[in-house]
């Protein structure tokens, strides 16, 4: 067979959805059954300090390995940069959700300081398009989650494209944001993030050395990509048990990645911190434990990367809303989402 005869085959489209999106619905049933969880809602100010000590170890190793060969750096970026800066990205989803400080401000500013590692401002863009994704999940036009259809066009179905795909998965997350019309993509703190980073890398360059910063963006890069943790981009959305659209982690790595694997039960229950989001499934464990999950980020990433019939458009769209409306800024709507999830709290 041709080759334009088997990209003919696989240009095809995603999955669609004409019912909303399934957190609403199983977040208030589960509500009603167990009302406990509420008590699991709130803040966990000892995120900080875990975000200041990963934050410290990230810079201490960049020193250590400034006057190492290449590919020494690489290596070191591969099993321990990668890692760190990580679960500083998952730290930053924290202060995304403001489960760290009670001050919005404080929130923002959290973020920021999890990022210095990363090289790459990204904190305040991830706040604005990540609270979008939970309040519009699978719309095309606003969740920032859904690769774009030239990118999915692009990449294919075969192992190249989609190595390709993970190795320069920030890059094409950065392409992303011009489709999502409804979506305002400048505020300040976008160049309070932007401005705070080209300061400290440009320190890190001439005070450091430029070794130092190339360990911190190869730790970014794998990071996200190319590597056992990318599985995560794809454990939490892509379609391998069609029609179930999100699907949680249960293996050992979430000791280093602050339970973030703990996906379903995330988007059930948004504002219930990294620490807890485990005791939801021993609370109501015939909700979870009856949804397809992952036990292996690396088994995943092997198997999207092998697997023909998983692509970027291996996703759900939808158009029902949920009876939100889209707002300019980040996070209002996805207030009122959290609200007609949670409603139910106020006759339990």
């Known amino acids: 067979m041709s080759k334009s005869k088997i990209m003919a085959e696989f240009v095809k489209d995603y999955n669609y959805s004409e019912e909303a999106e399934p957190h609403i619905a199983r977040c208030r049933e589960i509500l009603k059954k167990y009302p406990q969880i509420k008590k699991l809602m709130g803040r966990n100010p000892n995120t900080f300090w875990y975000s ?8 201490g190793v960049a020193f250590l390995v400034k006057d190492l060969a290449w590919y020494w750096i690489l290596a070191v970026a591969w099993c321990v940069g990668a890692f760190a800066n990580h679960a500083l990205f998952v730290l930053i989803h924290e202060f995304t959700h403001n489960m760290v400080f009670k001050n919005r401000i404080a929130n923002l500013w959290g973020g920021i300081m999890c990022d210095l590692p990363n090289a790459f401002p990204s904190s305040a863009g991830f706040r604005k398009y990540h609270l979008k994704h939970h309040a519009f999940q699978g719309h095309y036009d606003i969740d920032a989650d859904i690769p774009s259809r030239w990118e999915a066009r692009m990449i294919g179905n075969g192992f190249i494209g989609k190595s390709l795909w993970l190795l320069f998965f920030p890059v094409f997350q950065a392409l992303r944001p ?42 970014f890069f794998f990071s996200v990509g190319l590597h056992p943790l990318g599985g995560r981009w794809i454990q939490e959305h892509y379609l391998v048990a069609s029609p179930q659209e999100t699907y949680s982690y249960y293996g050992p790595l979430n000791k280093l990645a602050f339970n973030v694997g703990f996906h379903n039960e995330h988007h059930d229950f948004s504002y219930v911190p ?16 009856s949804l397809v999950s992952h036990n292996s980020w690396a ?28 707002t300019s800024d980040s996070e209002s709507d996805f207030q009122n989402g959290r609200k007609i999830k949670e409603e139910e709290m106020a006759t339990t």
């Open 299 to 326: 088994a995943l990433t092997w198997q999207f990367l092998t697997d023909s019939n998983l692509s970027l458009f291996s996703r759900t769209l939808r158009e029902d809303r949920g009876g939100i409306k889209v």
């Open 178 to 219: 011009p489709r999502l019309k409804e979506i305002s993509f400048s505020n300040k703190w976008i160049w309070i993030n932007l401005a705070t980073l080209i300061v400290f890398d440009l320190a890190i360059w001439f005070l450091v050395g430029p070794y130092a910063l190339m360990y911190l963006v190869a730790s």
């Open 274 to 289: 990294w620490n807890n989001l485990p005791k939801i499934k021993e609370i109501a464990p015939e909700y979870y434990d």
């Open 52 to 59: 200041i000590g990963i934050v410290v170890l990230q810079l």
